[in-house]
């Protein structure tokens, strides 16, 4: 199975939204409501903010959102800080002999 | 205070073998199975494997099935990742995580990360 797909890079501005697509297939992403997003800074551990396609874990900000339509996730950060400059990574379950594929990972810049 | 608690960084020629670890402590270690992601340089994540507590089950990805062998030590809540012959390609940084132990859980704590360097 491939990485799923995300935008390279994006950027906005401070106080802006960036919404960051992951495409995958009718396998993965379209099959299961099983999507999580991590956020990495480069140097530190990745930290979980969005799992089961919207759910955010207990210390997430609420600029934080997921959603999904068909095989596409979306992450959204609203009221970009600039704190939120970090890699950021989907991942869906693909079945119980692929439990975790990675998308490609998309860099956000705070201008 | 929940740690995954991984081997420090390795240094190793091609062809060699080498295994790394990483403990678990401040959790509940039967409830979780552990795992592995790679990070080559410069590059996105790639889930590896994951084995269960008792390590009775075990998950590869196909781009790894036979390259590596993960396994776990439940006596000493330390799971680990094995290479019987490195390249120079997997080098990289190697995370130990944790996911609950219920299918489709979500990767939900990242140790710090395992450098490898192969290099002749």
């Known amino acids: 199975q491939s990485a799923l797909t995300q935008p390279r890079s994006l950027s906005g501005s401070p106080g802006q939204s960036v919404t960051i697509s992951c495409t995958g297939t009718?396998?993965?992403?379209?099959?299961?409501?099983?999507v999580s997003w991590y956020q990495h800074h480069p140097g530190k551990v990745p930290k979980l903010l969005i799992f089961?396609?919207?759910k955010r874990p207990s210390g997430v900000p609420d600029r934080f959102s997921g959603s999904k339509s068909d095989n596409t996730a979306s992450l959204t950060i609203s009221g970009l800080q600039a704190e939120d400059e970090a890699d950021y990574y989907c991942c869906s379950y693909a079945g119980t002999y692929t439990p975790y594929l990675f998308g490609t990972g998309t860099e956000v810049t705070v201008l | 205070e929940v740690q995954l608690l991984q081997s420090g960084a390795e240094v190793k020629k091609p062809g060699e073998s080498l295994k790394i670890s990483c403990e678990g402590s401040?959790?509940?270690?039967?409830?979780?199975?552990l795992g592995w992601v790679r990070q080559r340089p410069g590059k996105g994540l790639e889930w590896m494997a994951i084995i269960s507590p008792s390590g009775s089950d075990t998950r590869y990805s196909p781009s790894f099935e036979g390259q590596v062998t993960i396994s776990v030590d439940e006596s000493l809540s330390t799971a680990f990742l094995q290479w019987r012959s490195l390249q120079a390609s997997d080098s990289a940084l190697y995370y130990c995580v944790r996911r609950l132990a219920v299918t489709a859980s979500p990767i939900d704590f990242w140790g710090h990360g395992t450098l490898v360097t192969v290099s002749s």
């Open positions: 089961e396609v919207y």
């Open positions: 401040g959790y509940r270690f039967s409830g979780y199975w």
């Open positions: 009718t396998s993965d992403v379209g099959r299961y409501n099983f």
